[in-house]
């Protein structure tokens, strides 16, 4: 017999014998495993009539210069790859369970590098499994930043209050994957108004490893750094002495937000607070004008007055005055620092001569001077408190009972 009739007749048997044994089944857990950085992970793989074939355990890495997704050889049946052997967190275990072939792959301590795609492959016929790991990691750091200068968590910051958008960035860290952010505003015992819409997030993928190399390859997740950057917010009075509140919240594995937050000390002129019109019926001598005054930094008492034009002269009326005419109060709201005081302006006796006259309110701290100007004129009804200013009237009480009288002896 011929060698050549020899060798052929070894192929035949031999591809009977291998189409003898039974195909191979490949069973593994398809869904996304989720774990976090320092998690200890089990990945199964479990083959059924796998005979004497080899299987190769992979995992799908990208290649950067490229960017495609390759594959790199873990194990050989149960014998790690060398430059797995090196990574000591890295172990396979291969058991038999009835009929079927079960092999283990154990990760100890998953760092993020470890996320990508795993599978188990027997190559002869080219039948494969994977698992999907994704390996999140909270944020190393979430910081403020304003005018590009870091800002210590919790501190207050003093702003100016303007129409330019505050120069402010909320940052987020090394986070994987890049999680929601929220940007509010708010004193804590009220809830905060989210001011999100107004920031621009951009988000920035720092990978790891580098772009230079090009035979470098890089695992298919990487880190993200978060930038929430200021558009259209603007800080005003409304804003002075709220909390500024960077929202990174991760939902993932039930874990805590993590904020960081400023104070806001917003600078800016004095508010004047009240009506610009005042009416009097004459029903009583005296007239109360009541402000209310806005002011930070605070304009104590020395930096506020009124001013009444009349008869071709300018009156000046202080904090404390009390003359036969005009007297003025400046009341400070103790629980505000100062920041929120009322001037209480009183014309004695009212006559008609002073609806000719006008009275201007003056508030000045160091951001400038603040001026508002007032009149008053005659009305057939009195005007009680407002929404701005008190105005304090008495009702006569006789000419209402008199009033009420008649309505019941026309009734009877």
């Not at 580098?210 to 005003?236: I, Q, R, W």
């Not at 917003?266 to 001598?285: D, M, Q, R």
Request: proline share 4%.
């Amino acid at each position: 017999m011929s060698i050549s009739i020899i060798l052929w007749m070894s192929s035949v048997a031999l591809l009977l014998l291998r189409e003898a044994e039974p195909s191979v089944v490949i069973e593994a857990d398809l869904s996304a495993q989720v774990v976090k950085v320092g998690d200890n992970v089990t990945l199964t793989c479990r083959l059924t009539g796998l005979g004497s074939k080899t299987v190769t355990l992979n995992k799908a890495v990208t290649q950067t210069a490229e960017k495609k997704v390759l594959t790199e050889q873990i194990a050989i049946n149960d014998d790690l790859t060398r430059i797995y052997k090196n990574l000591t967190r890295f172990s396979v275990v291969r058991s038999t369970d009835g009929s079927a072939d079960v092999f283990i792959l154990r990760i100890t301590g998953v760092q993020l590098e470890d996320s990508g795609n795993y599978g188990c492959d027997v190559s002869v016929e080219n039948k494969f499994a994977f698992n999907v790991l994704e390996v999140y990691r909270k944020p190393k750091s979430i910081s403020l930043f304003l005018d590009n200068q870091l800002v210590v968590g919790g501190s207050m910051i003093t702003v100016n209050e303007t129409e330019t958008p505050l120069n402010i960035v909320c940052r987020v860290t090394e986070v994987v994957p890049g999680p929601p952010l929220e940007i509010l505003v708010g004193r804590l015992m009220f809830d905060p108004k989210s001011v999100t819409e107004e920031f621009a997030v951009v988000t920035q993928t720092n990978a790891h490893c580098t772009e230079s190399t090009p035979d470098k390859t890089c695992p298919l997740h990487s880190t993200y750094t978060m930038e929430a950057t200021n558009g259209n917010f603007s800080v005003s009075f409304v804003h002075d002495s709220q909390k500024l509140t960077c929202v990174s919240n991760l939902t993932e594995f039930g874990m805590e937000e993590m904020a960081a937050e400023v104070t806001l000390n917003v600078h800016y002129l004095p508010k004047i607070l009240c009506a610009g019109l005042w009416n009097v019926t004459f029903s009583e001598p005296s007239l109360e004008i009541r402000c209310r005054v806005l002011a930070n930094p605070v304009s104590n008492s020395s930096y506020k007055h009124v001013t009444i034009a009349e008869k071709g002269m300018m009156v000046k009326v202080n904090p404390g005055d009390n003359g036969p005419t005009y007297s003025l109060q400046d009341v400070v709201e103790e629980e505000t620092d100062g920041k929120i005081s009322t001037m209480i302006f009183t014309i004695k006796t009212v006559t008609e001569e002073h609806l000719n006259y006008t009275y201007t309110f003056y508030a000045k701290n160091s951001e400038g001077l603040t001026e508002k100007r007032i009149r008053i004129e005659k009305s057939l009804t009195p005007v009680v408190d407002g929404a701005e200013g008190i105005l304090k009237r008495k009702v006569l009480f006789p000419v209402a009972i008199l009033a009420l009288s008649a309505i019941l002896f026309c009734r009877v």
